[in-house]
């Protein structure tokens, strides 16, 4: 490359980065991967993402979409995602129960849903008839869920923030007249931020302390009435890779396959603990220190068609597959040995997302979108679901416009509903939920999404 080529993606490079760092939010998504990753897409409920190729924005769902873009591309987005999650209590419990005849106490935390706005970024060069180049910025994964500090599920979840980063820069080429294939390096930031309450009152009362030699009960505290409070935040860099292939059948027909490979993080930081009790104070147990988690990014398979029906009218569909039963479980290991490590066990299944669109092309100025969707859960099953991420099946219904101002910018907008099968939650005080509490009941949850994009081409 030029030294004046080098200079430009290094300038491109510097300045999607320096948009997110600034302004990449997280938001409750299905499981934790976010698919809004284009405004023009999300009007077609992302159908046939992997075979549009209709922008830039192919450059995160099919890298070998960008041999049907000419000359050069840009784009700036952002998405604003605003979900609702309200819990409603159905008789959660306590360990103690049983013997003191109280149960879990607390409200319902308010809405647990956090409004956030996630951007993208996407450069694309067609270098030769045969060869193109791209750079996408965007956020791949991300949720976040705060709720009050004395709701009833407070021992199992406060504050949750996951924000990732991916910069992912890309090639593809050309074969023949019919196929294209394309491949990207992604390199993936996550920082995440974990909060809880805890119990040191029923800690106390049941002899949790016995081994430091501080007798059951002599610590003098009220079970759920004396709550101290943990937080864990840390941050990773690690590497993936994702893959496209784009068959042309004719003009108007033409299928694309894209996989995004998994990608596993060692999240390292710090765990805050607050609120603790003096009488803890002397002993090596519930002090500040550092702390770790692993946690693997799941890898996934789209399959996509698009096929215009008229000179006017086009349709597309989309099957994509997500790996999420690596998400086991997560574990946080303290540095401090003293401290035992805090485990939820997640027992995630593999989903699955078919999506249909339309799309209506009335000239060369307008073009209007609609689409739908059917994502399956993670969740197996509601004794496994946590508030932290209360997933569940949902619906998308989608629509969009696209303005073209000039032969240079064009403007896109889109909106998406996502009707949520009210997730339910049943724990039982018992094994590694035994201290946080039978927490059991119904999230109202429902998700609404503003995307908007300017698209220069040059």
């Known amino acids: 490359m030029t030294r004046r080529v080098l200079w430009k993606w290094r300038a491109l490079l510097i300045t999607g980065v320096c948009i997110f760092l600034f302004s990449a939010g997280s938001a409750f998504g299905a499981g934790f991967a976010l698919i809004e990753q284009s405004a023009s897409g999300i009007g077609n409920a992302f159908a046939g993402g992997a075979a549009g190729a209709e922008d830039a924005s192919t450059i995160f769902f099919n890298p070998a979409g960008m041999t049907r873009l000419q000359g ?32 879990l106490l607390g409200g319902d935390g308010g809405d647990g849903g956090v409004t956030e706005v996630t951007p993208n970024f996407y450069y694309s060069r067609k270098i030769t008839e045969h ?79 016995a081994p430091l030699g501080i007798p059951a009960g002599s610590l003098h505290l009220t079970p759920q009435r004396s709550d101290g409070f943990a937080k864990m935040e840390g941050n990773d860099w690690a590497f993936g890779y994702n893959l496209g292939i784009l068959y042309e059948l004719n003009k108007d027909t033409r299928i694309g396959a894209a996989y995004r490979s998994r990608i596993k993080h060692t999240i390292e930081g710090d765990a805050d603990f607050s609120q603790v009790p003096q009488g803890l104070r002397p002993y090596p147990i519930f002090r500040d220190t550092g702390a770790k988690a692993k946690i693997t990014m799941p890898d996934s398979l789209s399959l996509s068609a698009f096929h215009q029906l008229a000179e006017k009218w086009a349709v597309m569909a989309d099957f994509t597959w997500t790996n999420w039963s690596l998400f086991d479980k997560l574990t946080v290991d303290f540095h401090n040995p003293n401290q035992p490590s805090s485990t939820t066990t997640e027992n995630w299944q593999n989903t699955f997302r078919y999506s249909f ?26 004794k496994y679901r946590t508030p932290r991420i209360p997933d569940s099946d949902r619906v998308w219904a989608t629509a969009g416009i696209g303005y073209r101002l000039s032969d240079s910018f064009r403007f896109d907008i889109g909106y998406a509903h996502l009707f949520i099968n009210d997730p339910e939650i049943d724990k039982t005080a018992t094994g590694e939920d035994a201290l946080k509490g039978g927490l059991k009941g119904k999230f109202d949850a429902n998700i609404d999404i503003v995307s908007g994009q300017i698209t220069w081409s040059f």
């Open 72 to 103: 050069g591309q840009m784009i700036l987005g952002g998405h604003l995602i605003m979900p609702s999650v309200k819990f409603h209590n159905e008789g959660s419990t306590h360990v103690l129960q049983s013997v003191t005849g109280i149960p």
């Open 131 to 209: 060869f193109s180049i791209g750079l996408g910025i965007n956020a791949p994964f991300g949720l976040s869920t705060d709720y009050s500090d004395h709701w009833v599920g407070r021992y199992h979840a406060l504050d949750s923030d996951l924000v990732s980063v991916n910069i992912n820069p890309s090639a593809a080429y050309k074969v023949n007249d019919h196929l294209s294939v394309g491949a990207g390096f992604n390199a993936q930031y996550v920082r995440a931020e974990l909060s809880n309450a805890i119990d040191f009152g029923t800690l106390d009362a049941i002899g949790y302390f």
């Open 357 to 382: 669109g339309v799309t209506y092309t009335p000239d060369k100025t307008w073009t209007f979108r609609t689409g739908t969707a059917y994502d399956r859960s993670a969740v197996s099953d509601k």
